[in-house]
């Protein structure tokens, strides 16, 4: 007998990243005033067929005090979606972060544009 495994239909995975998307915008930089994902701080989000998922994330400065409430805030958040399982959040500093990754709208509020 072969165990089959089971895949996630790309719908349901679309969902299941909108929804992290929407969660993601609730988490902020207490020294900015604009969620994390508007900023350009988000590079990845994979949903797996496990229902895990892979973030990769940066911050705006590789010193960021808050850094370490910022990423259990995105984890804790993350896996608080239905259907979600567990949630892997990797920092990563390449590409470097910078201001063209902000949403436009984030930069006209931010004064950037």
Partial sequence: MTQEKKTMDSANRSLLEERIVDVLKTVY??????N??????????????????????TFTAPNCPAADFILEDVRTKVESV??????????VFEPAWDQSMMSEET????GFD
């Fill in 29 to 34: 930089d207490p020294e900015i005033p604009v």
């Fill in 36 to 57: 994390i994902y508007d900023l350009g701080m988000i590079y990845k989000i994979d949903v797996q067929d496990d229902s895990s998922v892979e973030l990769d994330m």
């Fill in 107 to 110: 930069r006209v509020e931010l």
């Fill in 82 to 91: 239905e259907g979600i399982k567990s949630a892997n959040v990797n920092l």
